[in-house]
């Protein structure tokens, strides 16, 4: 039987590799499609293969917000809601035509509580 508080360094850890290779996969994805706009031909498929690249890039910016605060200081939960809503907007709201708004305020929470918000 496993300890719950001993499993949970081991498993902060394990999320921190997850999202380093997540984080690795879309710039290698950025990286072969900016790739296939160099050597695309027609302006169609250069901007068709360029609106991926910027999709990725927001994709790639949606993942860094949601990856759970490093260290054991308290942080801003309102701070962490605002980049993860402003992630999500440049990510796919903005192309979809919706609009965020938010209302916060402070609240200091550990990296782990602030994590699961996202």
């Known amino acids: 039987m496993s300890c719950p508080d001993?499993?949970?360094p081991q498993?902060?850890?394990l999320l921190r590799e997850l999202h380093h290779r997540v984080d690795k996969g879309i710039a290698s994805a950025i990286d072969l499609v900016?790739?296939?706009v160099i050597r695309a031909d027609g302006a169609e498929a250069k901007a068709a293969l360029s609106d991926v690249v910027e999709l990725l890039h927001g994709h790639a910016e949606l993942h860094r917000a949601l990856a759970m605060p490093d260290g054991d200081v308290l942080n801003d939960a309102a701070t962490?809601?605002?980049?993860?809503?402003?992630?999500?907007?440049?990510?796919f709201l903005d192309r979809m035509g919706i609009r965020l708004t938010l209302t916060t305020e402070s609240l200091p929470l550990q990296p782990e509580r602030c994590g699961r918000l996202g």
């Open 6 to 8: 001993r499993d949970r």
């Open 11 to 13: 498993h902060g850890i």
């Open 34 to 36: 900016s790739a296939a």
């Open 80 to 91: 962490y809601i605002r980049r993860l809503g402003c992630a999500m907007h440049q990510s």
